[in-house]
């Protein structure tokens, strides 16, 4: 068996037709797309055809979608300038969001721009949307930045119900859904959203390129500044190629969704039945064991709790797997999985993150089941 790749979360394997689009950019359409000669002219239309594919796939228009160097920009730049261009004096976020909402959330209410609230979740990790309407109700010049697909456990947020009560209550509404773009439709027409965040890499896209939409009825100045790119958004020359990639990778995950859905899900499915049946004390953490209401590229496992429970990755990289993960924080300093800590999954069990893509193979997660049996047997 070849070494088996189940970190799809992190970063998913491109597609070979992708490469195959952005290879002219690097060897031939090599123009700077601000020069006004023919060269930059043709550069600056390929970067044009591929927001029209972008904006066309989620049904909004091209002026709504800047390109970025991934997700982590397009998160800083919503909250960071929605927070200082529209008089934000308060944001409401979980304490489940990656850490690029997290921490620069946390940083605006350090420099006393913002009062931060966390908006409670029940026991799977699910947000307590009757709270989320009490912070809204009770704080005006409101920032919402939820996550639609939870990096870690998967996790899924009603974007349609969040959106309503954010129109509601005159809030603005950001979502960080690098998780779930290029795996699930998103009809920009259809939602009350005013900030949404891309990374190519993510659906076998390349890395270094995302993208951030910007509702027409949210304008916000730059946040980083320098030439006019982005039609005065994004000062830097653009990452051509990435762009390139990143609309053909968008393209590519739309036309085989569904295909590829029912494929992943046969995948997660095999491997939540034979963990169960096969293995005592084994826990799914948040909902990534229910397909209807997680991410179906993700599973979140807790196995028992064992003396080489540090080691438990190390292992599975020794069997061929990758995967990643690791335990709740036992201290402030310890360096551990947040999002586990914040459903209290006790430190002392190992978790595993295993995340799929249309590349994996039942034959894999057969051969990955085996190995988790014969490890924790050795331990036991």
């Known amino acids: 068996m070849n070494r088996i790749y189940l970190d799809n979360a992190a970063t998913t394997p491109m597609d070979k037709a992708v490469i195959e689009a952005m290879l002219p950019m690097m060897e031939s359409n090599f123009g700077n797309p601000s020069s006004i000669h023919t060269h930059g002219r043709e550069v600056r239309n390929t970067i044009e055809r591929a927001r029209k594919t ?5 049904n909004t228009s091209p002026a709504e979608i800047f390109f970025t160097s991934g997700g982590t920009e397009a998160d800083n730049t919503a909250i960071v300038r929605s927070i200082e261009d529209f008089g934000i004096t308060h944001a409401i976020t979980s304490p489940l969001e990656h ?21 409670e979740l029940d026991t799977k990790g699910h947000v307590d949307l009757k709270h989320l309407e009490e912070l809204l109700r009770d704080n005006p010049k409101t920032l919402v930045s939820l996550m639609h697909g939870n990096n ?37 027409q259809q939602m009350k959203i005013d900030f949404l965040v891309g990374a190519a890499h993510k659906f076998h896209g390349p890395k270094g390129v995302g993208f951030l939409y910007i509702n027409a009825k949210s304008k916000i100045t730059p946040f980083i500044h320098g030439g006019s790119q982005e039609r005065n958004m994004r000062g830097g020359t653009e990452n051509v190629y990435g762009i390139v990639g990143l609309a053909k990778a968008l393209e590519i995950a739309y036309a085989g969704m569904d295909e590829h859905r029912k494929h992943v899900e046969t995948l997660k499915a095999r491997m939540i039945a034979r963990l169960s049946s096969e293995l005592d004390d084994v826990e799914f953490n948040g909902d990534s064991d229910n397909l209807d209401k997680s991410l179906y590229t993700v599973l979140n496992v807790s196995f028992p709790p064992s003396e080489e429970a540090d080691m438990f990755l190390f292992n599975l990289d020794i069997n061929k797997i990758s ?33 799929f893509s249309k590349y994996n193979t039942i034959e894999e997660i057969d051969y990955v089941v085996d190995k988790l049996v014969s490890m924790l047997k050795v331990t036991a």
Do not use: W
């Open 323 to 355: 995967a990643s993960g690791g335990s709740a924080c036992t201290s402030g300093s310890d360096i551990g999985s947040h999002v586990l800590t914040a459903l209290n999954v006790s430190p002392e069990r190992p978790s595993v993150r295993f995340s």
């Open 99 to 119: 850490h690029a909402v997290l921490h620069t959330l946390e940083y605006m209410a350090k420099k006393g721009k913002i009062k931060l609230s966390y908006v």
């Open 152 to 188: 870690e456990i998967g996790n899924l947020l009603d974007l349609t119900v969040v959106g309503q009560l954010c129109e509601d209550y005159g809030a603005i509404f950001h979502s960080d859904t690098v998780q779930t773009m290029g795996h699930y439709r998103h009809d920009l």
């Open 54 to 58: 972008i904006a066309g796939l989620l």
